[in-house]
T-cell receptor
C-alpha cells in the first residue's frame, strides 16, 4: 500500500531564507508526483507536477525534484516571502486504474517578516 | 474558463441529518474525484467517476456515503445520518483523462461541520 510522508510537519523561517520541504513515498511505482499549496480555508493550488520520467520541474522561485528509485521528492523554495506561508502538500498518482492521488499530511510553513 | 466549483462552501448539520454536496467539474472533463480532508491531514480519496460510471468507491468510509454523477457532469456526494466524525472538508477534482499527466484540478471544497 502506497504511503506518503512529509517532513517536517511544520516549519518557521525568517523572510529571505531558502528552504527545502521533503516528501517520501513507500512504493516507487508512481505515475507522477505533484506539489500543492493550500491556504487556510481554501482549496488546493497546483505548484509543480513531475512526471515519473522527469527528474525536476521549476517555476519561478520553486524547484521540485524527484528520485523515484529512492522514493523521495523535495520542494525547494528560494528567497522565501511572508506570502509563501501556507501548507504544502505532495501527492503521488498511482500508475493504473483510477490514477487517484495519495497525499501526504503536509508541511505547514510560516515565513516571518 | 471556469474552474471546478463546489456548493455549498460551508455546511453545518446536526448529527443525524442528511446532507448533499455538489460539484461542478470543468466542462469536458471526463474524470471526477471526491476526497475527504480531516483537520490537519492530507486529503484522502473517496470515490471516482469516469463520465457517469462510478468505477471506484473503495474510499467511501461507510454505507452512509453515496455519490452519483447521473449525466456525466455534475456530481453529488450525499451523506446520510451524519456523525461528528464526518466533519471535514470535502474536495472535488476533475481531470480530462490526459494520457500525459492525468492532472487533477481541485475545487475550493465544502467544509462540513456536524454538531
Amino acid at each position: 500500500k502506497q504511503e506518503v510522508t512529509q517532513i517536517p510537519a511544520a516549519l518557521s523561517v525568517p523572510e529571505g531564507e531558502n528552504l527545502v520541504l521533503n516528501c517520501s513515498f513507500t512504493d516507487s511505482a508512481i505515475y507522477n508526483l505533484q506539489w500543492f499549496r493550500q491556504d487556510p480555508g481554501k482549496g488546493l493550488t497546483s505548484l509543480l507536477l513531475i512526471q515519473s520520467s522527469q527528474r525536476e520541474q521549476t517555476s519561478g522561485r520553486l524547484n521540485a525534484s524527484l528520485d523515484k528509485s529512492s522514493g523521495r521528492s523535495t520542494l525547494y523554495i528560494a528567497a522565501s516571502q511572508p506570502g509563501d506561508s501556507a501548507t504544502y502538500l505532495c501527492a503521488v498518482t498511482l500508475p493504473s486504474g483510477t490514477y487517484k492521488y495519495i497525499f501526504g499530511t503536509g508541511t505547514r510553513l510560516k515565513v516571518l517578516a | 474558463g471556469a474552474g471546478v466549483s463546489q456548493s455549498p462552501r460551508y455546511k453545518v448539520a446536526k448529527r443525524g441529518q442528511d446532507v448533499a454536496l455538489r460539484c461542478d467539474p470543468i466542462s469536458g472533463h471526463v474524470s471526477l474525484f471526491w476526497y475527504q480532508q480531516a483537520l490537519g491531514q492530507g486529503p484522502e480519496f473517496l470515490t471516482y467517476f469516469q463520465n457517469e460510471a462510478q468505477l471506484d468507491k473503495s474510499g467511501l468510509p461507510s454505507d452512509r456515503f453515496f455519490a452519483e454523477r447521473p449525466e456525466g457532469s455534475v456530481s453529488t456526494l450525499k451523506i446520510q445520518r451524519t456523525q461528528q466524525e464526518d466533519s471535514a472538508v470535502y474536495l472535488c477534482a476533475s481531470s480530462f483523462l490526459s494520457f500525459s499527466t492525468y492532472e487533477q484540478y481541485f475545487g475550493p471544497g465544502t467544509r462540513l461541520t456536524v454538531t
